[in-house]
């Protein structure tokens, strides 16, 4: 079993829907979480981190950590054609600035207009 | 700023040879990473090194190493390829102040086909 599991998708949703993007994990160590942006043969751009549970907003994106269910998720609000590319989770569990990332496979996420 | 420059672009090996990678990390950022994506998988960590010094080592055998130069900039070195260490090599630069001020950013990463 991955210590992190993630959908590959592909997932596809209209232009101005809500996205959700998931991640599980099994290795309970694990504090510090972060999503990413990938387009085609680029590499990951960081979007958003957090530490334990809770929520945090960064505009129209939102991220969630719930701990207790080893379940993080990233939420797109009016979602745009530019934000169709692969999203991925990585955690951590050692000190943050500590780049030992795990990460999942990605989900594929395409916006249609 | 350039933000984080990798070379080459490209490179094709044949099995049994060695491979030099090369990373440029945004200026002020000492913390250098590799990572290796392999096709339609997340990023993999292979190292990390801060002001010189080797922080972390992911699961990768010997054949895998790296260093850390004064200008922060950094070397991957890979010995007697596989045709499995096919792969995108990710190199990440950072700079941690705070929990609240951290930034990380991805080169666009090397290509490597091993045939």
């Known amino acids: 079993q991955k210590e992190v599991e993630q959908d590959p998708g592909p997932l596809s949703v209209p232009e101005g829907a809500i996205v959700s993007l998931n991640c599980t994990y099994s290795?309970?160590?694990?504090?510090?979480f972060m999503w990413y942006r990938q387009y085609s043969r680029k590499g990951p751009e960081l979007l958003m981190y957090t530490y334990s549970s809770g929520n945090k907003e960064d505009g129209r994106f939102t991220a969630q950590v719930d701990k207790s269910s080893k379940y993080i998720s990233l939420f797109i609000r009016d979602s745009q054609p530019s934000d169709s590319a692969t999203y991925l989770c990585a955690m951590s569990g050692s000190n943050f600035g500590n780049e030992k990332l795990t990460f999942g496979t990605g989900t594929r996420l395409t916006i249609i207009p | 700023d350039a933000g984080v420059t990798q070379s080459p672009t490209h490179l094709i090996k044949t099995r049994g040879q060695h491979v030099t990678l090369r990373c440029s990390p945004i200026s002020g950022h000492k913390s250098v990473s590799w990572y290796q994506q392999v096709l339609g998988q997340g990023p993999q960590f292979i190292f990390q090194y801060y002001e010189k010094e080797e922080r972390g080592r992911g699961n990768f055998p010997d054949r895998f190493s790296a260093r850390q130069f004064p200008n922060y900039s950094s070397e991957l070195n890979v010995n007697a390829l596989l045709l499995g260490d096919s792969a995108l090599y990710l190199c990440?630069?950072?700079?941690?102040?705070?929990?609240?001020?951290?930034?990380?950013?991805f080169g666009p990463g090397t290509r490597l086909t091993v045939t």
């Open positions: 290795n309970s160590a694990f504090q510090y």
């Open positions: 990440a630069s950072s700079l941690f102040r705070s929990w609240s001020s951290y930034e990380q950013y």
